[in-house]
């Protein structure tokens, strides 16, 4: 499926409260396909929407009134004509299926059934992916595609993610007006969004409710391009109003500024990563953008040194493998580093429980490969 290609935090990484959604229209619901656990399709209309042009639609799940989990699907990204054309490789997901629903696909923690999760009882709210923005752009682009003697077409792209986003959270204040408890997570591109969708439910909230954060997948994507994608996909403009963020110029904004920018004014507030040492989709990415022969490792040590120093309450758990998904994987409920369970952590940062880093200390270097393979369907 193409969006677990990117379903990189970008995947690629690469990767607001705010106001209402101006000229929203009514929200249209529909009951999904018959499920183990009952989840229902939301189509928001409004500005919302996906790459390819189809309608954006989003899913929930009722559970406790007053527990929420909000969760940013991941699907990579695209920036170019040669990555966000659907022929060849694409690197992101341009439209939402009924697939993409939890009740379908959803693993690990997105599996509510499991009385063993720690957000088991939580009503839950899940932000499919397919505007290829890391969920924070808006902006319609056209992107030149090249062949033989020059540009042979130009393709069209609608980065909405966030109007999908900021539509999906004004369906949720309304709906959960007396949450106490908010985790916002989200994996690959939905981790590196994370930080931010988190900032925004918190300044709308306010000291009503206790907001907790946690991105999947997400740590290595880091490169100098990164702030040319921002500006790309607008994100520039779109944070730009979110309080944190009014000193970052756009030249400075990259996937560890978002943590940055969040984080100011938020204090009392849990900001985490959950991270493979050696996740091959995250050197793959980065590896688009120009940076090579750099372990995972490395780049979550340089990523988290820039967020600490503005985010002294960031965690990071780190465990060993090539593996991209770890909070959607059943191995959620069995993976344990340094004598501490995967599980257990996350229910505790869910809760804004204090937790130490974990950190595996025999990430065992893999065999060399002579290139990353793509990402797993």
């Known amino acids: 499926m193409r969006r677990r290609l990117l379903s990189a935090g970008l995947s690629v990484v690469l990767a607001a409260g705010l106001c209402p959604l101006a000229g929203a229209s009514a929200v249209a619901e529909e009951e999904a396909a018959p499920a183990p656990v009952e989840w229902r399709r939301i189509e928001p209309g409004g500005e919302t929407g996906c790459g390819d042009g189809s309608p954006y639609a989003f899913f929930w799940r009722e559970g406790a009134s007053d527990r929420l989990l909000i969760f940013l699907q991941g699907g990579g990204a695209c920036w170019s004509a040669a990555t966000c054309g659907l022929t060849g490789a694409p690197t992101y997901d341009p439209n939402v299926q009924e697939s993409d629903s939890p009740a379908v696909s959803g693993r690990g923690i997105l599996d509510l059934s499991r ?10 709210v899940f932000l499919p992916y397919c505007s290829g923005d890391v969920h924070l752009g808006q902006a319609d682009r056209t992107y030149p595609v090249v062949g033989e003697g020059g540009v042979v077409a130009n393709l069209s792209v609608a980065h909405r993610g966030a109007a999908n986003g900021r539509a999906v959270l004004e369906w949720t204040y309304a709906h959960f007006p007396d949450v106490e408890r908010v ?14 969708y988190a ?35 607008g994100v520039d403009r779109v944070v730009a109003d979110t309080p ?11 996937f560890e500024a978002l943590f940055a920018g969040a984080a100011r004014g938020l204090s009392e507030r849990t900001w985490a990563q959950v991270n493979r040492s050696d996740d091959l989709v995250q050197i793959f990415f980065p590896s688009l953008l120009g940076r090579q022969a750099v372990r995972a490792l490395e780049l979550f040590a340089e990523g988290q040194r820039r967020i600490r120093a503005e985010v002294p309450e960031f965690r990071a758990f780190t465990a060993p493998g090539r593996d991209h998904h770890t909070l959607t994987s059943d191995e959620f409920y069995t993976l344990i580093v340094d004598g501490v369970r995967l599980r257990e952590w996350v229910g505790q940062v869910a809760t804004g429980e204090p937790v130490s880093d974990v950190l595996c200390k025999r990430c065992r270097r893999p065999r060399p490969v002579a290139a990353p393979p793509p990402p797993p369907p």
Request: aromatic share 8%; glycine share 12%; proline share 9%.
């Open 115 to 124: 009385p063993e999760n720690p957000l088991a009882e939580y009503s839950a």
């Open 183 to 196: 985790f916002v997570a989200g994996h690959s591109a939905g981790g590196l969004a994370a930080p931010v």
């Open 199 to 233: 900032a925004w439910v918190a300044h709308h909230y306010g000291r009503r409710a206790q907001v907790t954060q946690l991105s999947d997948g997400s740590g290595a994507l880091r490169a100098a391009a990164v702030p040319d994608l921002m500006q790309t996909w």
């Open 244 to 254: 944190g963020f009014g000193d970052i110029p756009p030249e400075a904004l990259d």
